[in-house]
C-alpha cells in the first residue's frame, strides 16, 4: 500500500471516528436531559406523595381514628 493510499484511510478512518464521536455524543446529550427531566419528575410526585401522607394522618387525628379502642374494649 503506498503512502498516499495510507494516509487516505487514515483520513477516512478519521472521518468515521469523528461521526462515530459526535452520533454518541447526541445520544448522551439526550439522555442527560432526559435524567434531568425525570428526576424533576421525581421529586414532583415525592412532594406530592408527602403532602398525601401528611393529609391522611391529619385526617386520621382529627377523626381520632388513631386514639379509638376497638368495641370490644
Not at 11 to 31: H, K
Not at 39 to 64: C, P, W, Y
Amino acid at each position: 500500500m503506498s503512502t498516499e493510499a495510507k494516509l487516505i484511510d487514515l483520513q477516512t478512518r478519521f472521518a468515521f471516528q469523528e461521526d462515530s464521536i459526535q452520533a454518541l455524543n447526541d445520544v448522551v446529550a439526550g439522555q442527560q436531559k432526559q435524567i434531568e427531566m425525570l428526576t424533576r419528575e421525581l421529586s414532583l410526585h415525592r412532594d406530592k406523595l408527602t403532602e398525601l401522607m401528611q393529609a391522611q394522618s391529619e385526617r386520621m387525628v382529627h377523626s381520632g381514628a388513631i386514639d379509638d379502642r376497638p368495641p370490644h374494649y
